[in-house]
T-cell receptor, first 114, second 113 residues
Framework: GDSVTQMEGPVTLSEEAFLTINCTYT??????LFWYVQYPGEGLQLLLK?????DKGSNKGFEATYRKETTSFHLEKGSVQVSDSAVYFC?????????????FGQGTTLQVKP | DVKVTQSSRYLVKRTGEKVFLECVQD?????MFWYRQDPGLGLRLIYF???????EKGDIPEGYSVSREKKERFSLILESASTNQTSMYLC????????????FGQGTRLTVV
């Protein structure tokens, strides 16, 4: 079945460092791909999305490119801030889905130190 | 803004109790979901619903049931709580079956003792 794999955390960075969180997926057809973020004590919120190959999603300085050839959707940010400390989830929506059901990775905790 | 509200942030229940977790959304969304979140396992889908009185099993439905009597409300029921159901429970809603975005509540941290 469809699945999402994220890099193990936690990831600890200093402020202004470059961030990459790896995400790869297994899916039949043409899934849509997402990054969700969960700040401490809150629910998840959508960070960015890409619905077809070679699309680049971007928001709040974060970017991810849908790479069908490598089945990847890695999250990047050029300069992280302390306020970016959160748990990041990669997710997919199957291209054949008619339920709106998302499949999530295990989450990666990011801690940014001043 | 879409608002998804879960009735409790923290709950402590005893083993064997029947537990109700309530979720309400205010955007007339068709889809609603219940996930549980555990460290190292990410979010796992328990049940979902795409219409009133309709429900579908997710990946881990055992020990749970759901109720959707009104479009805006989706309840998760633990028939007889057990300690392995201690977890964070997240409710979400989505506009339709083909929606590309889900909106989440703030979560309920349930502890079963």
């Amino acid at each position: 079945g469809d699945s999402v794999t994220q890099m193990e955390g936690p990831v600890t960075l200093s402020e202004e460092a470059f961030l990459t969180i790896n995400c790869t997926y297994t899916a039949t057809g043409y899934p849509s791909l997402f990054w969700y973020v969960q700040y401490p004590g809150e629910g998840l919120q959508l960070l960015l999305k890409a619905t077809k190959a070679d699309d680049k999603g971007s928001n709040k300085g974060f970017e991810a490119t849908y790479r069908k050839e490598t089945t990847s959707f890695h999250l990047e940010k050029g300069s992280v801030q302390v306020s970016d400390s959160a748990v990041y989830f990669c997710a997919l929506l199957s291209g054949s889905s008619n339920t709106g059901k998302l499949i999530f990775g295990q989450g990666t905790t990011l801690q940014v130190k001043p | 803004d879409v608002k998804v509200t879960q009735s409790s942030r923290y709950l402590v229940k005893r083993t064997g109790e029947k537990v109700f977790l309530e979720c309400v959304q205010d955007m007339d969304h068709e889809n609603m979901f219940w996930y549980r979140q555990d460290p190292g396992l990410g979010l796992r889908l328990i049940y979902f619903s795409y219409d009133v009185k309709m429900k579908e099993k997710g990946d881990i439905p055992e020990g749970y049931s759901v109720s959707r009597e009104k479009k805006e409300r989706f309840s998760l029921i633990l028939e007889s709580a057990s300690t392995n159901q201690t977890s964070m429970y997240l409710c979400a809603s989505g506009e339709s079956r083909r929606t590309v975005e889900a909106f989440f509540g703030q979560g309920t941290r349930l502890t079963v003792v």
